[in-house]
């Protein structure tokens, strides 16, 4: 019996170091306002992902940097960028990023992934930069390096990345009429963080998707955009009185098949099983707590978890 009791403290006393020796995560929402416009109480898509020392950005808006500053971060110490998918309203702070990082002289390399086309993005800025980059501080002798390196990923990706798993899927943030005969134009991706102490889904901009569903089985935590269509509807008409019918029904038509409701938001945190919500990327701004709590209520309708409603620089 002895021998027994020194075996089941033996094991709790192993355990618990282990625990100790998992570096804690946390994820940082750091813009939370949906693109393309600027509001003054929130900044553009960002994220950060801390995992113990690794520091990684998920989506990078416009502000992202001075973001990070704000959240108490060090540009310097990102590892890795990943890109869900190539709107300005997400990579808006790539550029800044790039340059903060000669400026600083970081000659680690920054690790960029993201769906096809980043390569292409990338390398265009980098191009765009040559001046700078050349001129460096003006020392003869002395030009900037970017020191990147880039991947494109595709849907069913799986790799490692510090202590963590990310695996890829395809979302519908691109999807174009089943009768139209046309090709895709661009991919849009959403990450799964298999982490030492707990998973993230990340969805990025996304429609109704099965595949994010999949991604975020049993997840301790989904991020996920939100939209409400019929006032983002209401504040266009409002201030595009004029626009034809046929423009106006075009966007409803992208809105509702690209991005997510609050009772799709719900349905899908239901289907997957996952723990929490937490809500980023919202359209129209959310300014007070009664419109942030109706929102709540509606995820709810479908989904009896965690609910939280982001504001910048929360963490979780």
Not at 62 to 77: E, S, V
Not at 155 to 180: Q, R, W, Y
Not at 271 to 285: D, E, Q, R, Y
């Amino acid at each position: 019996m002895r021998q027994l009791i020194a075996v089941i403290l033996f094991l709790s006393v192993w355990q618990a170091a282990c625990a100790q020796n998992e570096p804690a995560s946390q994820f940082i929402t750091l813009g939370t306002n949906a693109g393309p416009l600027a509001e003054a109480n929130r900044s553009q898509p960002a994220n950060a992902l801390l995992v113990g020392d690794d520091l990684y950005l998920v989506d990078a808006g416009d502000g992202a940097a001075g973001q990070l500053a704000k959240a108490g971060l060090r540009l310097q110490n990102v590892d890795a960028l990943l890109l869900s998918h190539n709107h300005f309203d997400h990579t808006g702070g790539v550029l800044a990023i790039l340059g903060l990082r000669m400026q600083l002289n970081v000659h680690e390399t920054l690790f960029i992934y993201g769906p096809p086309g980043t390569k292409t993005l990338v390398d265009g800025l980098l191009e765009g930069m040559a001046p700078a980059m050349n001129a460096a501080y003006g020392m003869p002798g002395q030009s900037w390096a970017a020191h990147v390196e880039v991947t494109e990923l595709v849907d069913g990706a799986s790799f490692e990345l510090g202590s963590m798993t990310v695996t890829v899927a395809e979302n519908t943030h691109f999807k174009i009429p089943e009768n139209s005969g046309a090709a895709e134009k661009a991919k849009s991706l959403s990450f799964r963080f298999d982490l030492p102490d707990r998973s993230i889904v990340y969805t990025g901009d996304t429609g109704p998707s099965e595949a994010v569903e999949e991604l975020a089985q049993g997840a301790d935590l989904l991020v996920s955009e939100m939209m409400d269509i019929d006032a983002v509807m209401a504040r266009i008409k409002k201030v595009s009185p004029n626009l034809p019918d046929r423009q106006y029904k075009g966007i409803e038509w992208h809105l509702r098949a690209h991005h997510v409701l609050p009772d799709q938001v719900g349905e899908m945190a239901a289907n997957s099983g996952v723990k929490k919500v937490v809500v980023t990327h919202m359209a129209p701004n959310i300014t007070n707590d009664e419109m942030a709590q109706r929102y709540i209520d509606e995820i709810s309708q479908a989904f009896d978890g965690d609910i939280v409603i982001a504001n910048d620089l929360d963490r979780f």
